[in-house]
């Protein structure tokens, strides 16, 4: 397009220059000329010496003026003519009558602007055709044929779905020897539809199959066939099959074919859809073409829920391979192709990163390969290690980290109690995930967050896990309250109570968890199979059996928050060594968390203790070192030293410091702990007729304190 754009802005240029050229040129010409006059005029002229010179050309007469004027006219046959000129002493110049060449060469040079800007206008247009992208090459198709200069990719690059690359290598063999199957009279499927969500590989297969079998590959996208013309998007279609035939055995893929492959007639207004046209068109030559071509139609789509039935009958799409997520084992394949360009340390474990990332797809392993080497070049380093990896997940999982939010010390602390709370909940009820990182530093849009990754691959959701999951969403609004009261709770749980309720009304009106309604599906919802989210959404549902639905949601997430209620208080000393834990540390991993709420010290603080210590007592050493240096030298060199060492021992002992009000808490549980067991040891081993004698006199202070009131 740019090409044919700088030629015809150059041809424009020229015609333009042409066209001021001739008009300067025939303004010259009839400069200072008097323009034609009647005969008679001319004759009066000569009677009254007016002209100087007369030029005889035929019947047409020139004349001059004293003040060089051109006059011209044709006379008729008048044999006194010269007598009349030869009166007036005119000079007379007789010239032969042309023969007609200069009628001709000056009809040309009027028409010559005319024709330039004809052949410009026929050239441009011809060269627009033949590069299908100008004003006259909408019908052509925009189909690309991708050659092996442009990257060749075999069933080797491609990863974790191994069972459509099983699908698909049976038209591999087919573009190979199409006889093998023409001679038992099998017949190909003509069209493989490719679905799956978004990012596991569906572009990918297709070149890979048509690497493997190495044929011309044509790709196209949906959206290409329909333009802002009335029948393009057919002619298009037309064309592309066109080049298809050339070219057998090839394949063609159409990426998100649902653009232009909708069922028929959902669209609104009675006028011309131009998408139905085309998908007409579309149906006609995936039915029209024979077998022998050797053409297959590959397409790929995240929602083959709105295709037109048409397309997918057989004949057609005779062929769907679902492409899903990959598992643990498609994970760690996966992730092994993306990382052979990569420098690895020793410790990188991809079992580990690929246990750890379930619902990730092809793209998303792909992105946390490069998130990790771009984290690592930051970082000066020359190898990619394993907490690159772990930092990298965590920032696609959770959200960059915001450490520049100013968050106060109020905010920190209630996003520490709350945090928590979703924490201790998580790793008291009955079924959960397990915690892999609690974290008070912002991350995306959120303040803070308690992240769980389930221990494999989960297929289903029991009863158990959902009430266990609404009770860790209302973990966080329970100890706001518990902690700060009813009247301090903030706006912080909004997207838990969101989740909660989508989660609740799910359970009651799809999945059939009520006792009260039944194993009944209320609603129909068009959901997005591989989008993840409702299209649609149509409540046929009565007015009173909407009030049972919304009682049976209203009291599932009122059982989650008692539930929450009742582990917090339980956990309370728990609850509050994690709160403060976050506090101290801001970030702490699945194992650590485990180790503050037993009142540890986590150990990558003791292993940083360890460091502090070592470093402390190395600055010593340098000093006597260093004073051997300064006598030899006498540079000075010997108070820089000490001062650098003065700041190491007391970074120490700041770090040291660090850990101080932790260890405290710590101390405190632990003498918590001691009272308990002492009271409880007392209480039995305490005379049986005392303690009923306590009891009875707490029951009469009770009493007596009720009277008072």
């Not at 084992?329 to 990332?357: M, Q, S, Y």
């Not at 990298?392 to 959770?398: H, N, Q, S, T």
């Not at 180790?595 to 990558?604: L, M, N, Q, T």
């Amino acid at each position: 397009m740019n090409s044919n754009l700088r030629s015809l802005m150059i041809w424009g240029a020229i015609a333009l220059v042409l066209i001021t050229l001739f008009s300067i040129f025939n303004s010259n010409s009839q400069r200072g000329s008097g323009g034609d006059v009647s005969y008679s005029e001319f004759l009066q002229r000569i009677e009254n010496n007016e002209l100087t010179a007369v030029t005889i050309q035929g019947q047409k007469l020139t004349g001059q003026t004293a003040d060089r004027k051109v006059i011209s006219t044709y006379a008729p046959r008048d044999p006194d003519l010269v007598k009349k000129l030869n009166s007036q002493k005119v000079n007379i110049r007789a010239i032969p009558e042309s023969s007609g060449n200069g009628i001709l060469l000056n009809l040309f040079l009027s028409l010559l602007p005319v024709m330039i800007i004809v052949g410009a206008w026929v050239f441009f247009m011809r060269q627009m055709q033949n590069g299908s992208r100008g004003a006259m090459g909408f019908g052509k198709s925009k189909a690309k044929l991708l050659t092996e200069s442009q990257g060749r990719v075999t069933f080797d690059d491609v990863a974790g779905v191994e069972e459509a690359k099983q699908d698909l290598e049976e038209i591999v063999e087919f573009l190979r020897e199409p006889q093998k199957f023409q001679r038992l009279g099998g017949r190909i499927p003509r069209g493989v539809l490719l679905v799956g969500p978004p990012g596991t590989g569906k572009t990918l297969l297709a070149r890979s199959v048509a690497g493997e079998a190495n044929v011309p590959f044509f790709t196209i996208s949906g959206s290409d066939f329909v333009e802002m013309f009335v029948g393009v998007g057919a002619s298009r279609v037309r064309d592309m099959f066109e080049q298809a035939k050339k070219n057998s055995p090839c394949i063609i893929f159409i990426d998100e074919i649902d653009a232009v492959g909708r069922h028929r007639g959902a669209g609104l207004g009675g006028g011309n859809d131009e998408r139905e046209q085309t998908l007409n068109q579309l149906l006609v030559e995936m039915d029209g073409f024979e077998s022998n071509e050797s053409i297959i139609l590959i397409a790929a789509t995240n929602r083959p829920d709105v295709l037109d039935p048409a397309l997918l009958r057989p004949g057609r799409f005779d062929r769907q391979v679902v492409v899903p997520n990959p598992d643990v084992a498609g994970r760690e394949k996966i992730l092994k192709v993306h990382v052979r360009n990569v420098p690895l340390a020793p410790n990188v474990d991809l079992k580990i990163l690929a246990r750890g990332t379930p619902g990730f797809s092809g793209a998303d392993l792909m992105n946390l390969v490069n998130e990790a080497a771009l984290m690592a070049a930051s970082r000066n380093k020359r190898i990619v290690t394993m907490q690159e990896f772990e930092d990298a997940k965590d920032k696609v999982m959770m959200g960059a980290e915001r450490r520049s939010t100013a968050m106060t010390q109020e905010e920190k602390e209630l996003t520490a109690y709350h945090e928590a709370g979703h924490a201790i909940v998580a790793l008291n009820v009955p079924v959960s995930d397990p915690v892999h990182k609690a974290t008070i530093v912002p991350r995306g849009r959120a303040l803070g967050m308690v992240m769980q990754l389930p221990e494999g691959d989960r297929y289903s959701m029991s009863y158990l896990w959902m009430i266990s999951r609404l009770a860790i969403m209302m973990g966080g609004r329970v100890a706001e309250e518990l902690k700060f009261g009813k009247e301090n709770i903030t706006s912080g749980a909004a997207s838990d109570i969101e989740q909660a309720t989508k989660l609740a009304r799910a359970m009651i009106t799809r999945w059939g968890f009520s006792d009260i309604l039944g194993n009944v599906a209320y609603g129909d919802n068009q959901d997005e199979v591989f989008l993840g989210h409702s299209v649609a959404r149509t409540q046929n549902v009565s007015e009173e059996t909407a009030k049972m639905i919304d009682a049976e949601v209203r009291r599932l997430i009122d059982d989650a928050y008692k539930t929450a209620t009742k582990i917090l208080k339980t956990k309370e000393k728990q609850w509050f060594a994690l709160a403060q834990g976050l506090l101290e540390y801001e970030t702490l991993t699945g194992a650590e968390i485990r180790e503050v709420i037993e009142g540890k010290v986590p150990s990558r603080m003791q292993e940083s203790d360890q460091t502090v210590v070592r470093s402390s007592s190395v600055p010593r050493v340098a000093l006597k070192s260093e004073k051997k240096d300064t006598k030899l030298d006498n540079s000075g060199k010997e108070t820089e030293s000490a001062s650098k060492a003065d700041k190491k021992v007391g970074s120490a002992n700041g770090a040291s410091k660090s850990t101080a009000a932790f260890r405290a808490s710590k101390k405190r549980m632990e003498a918590d702990k001691v009272d308990e067991t002492d009271e409880t040891k007392n209480g039995s081993e305490s005379d049986p007729a005392q303690s009923s004698k306590k009891r009875s006199s707490d029951k009469n202070s009770v009493r007596k304190a009720k009277d008072d009131k």
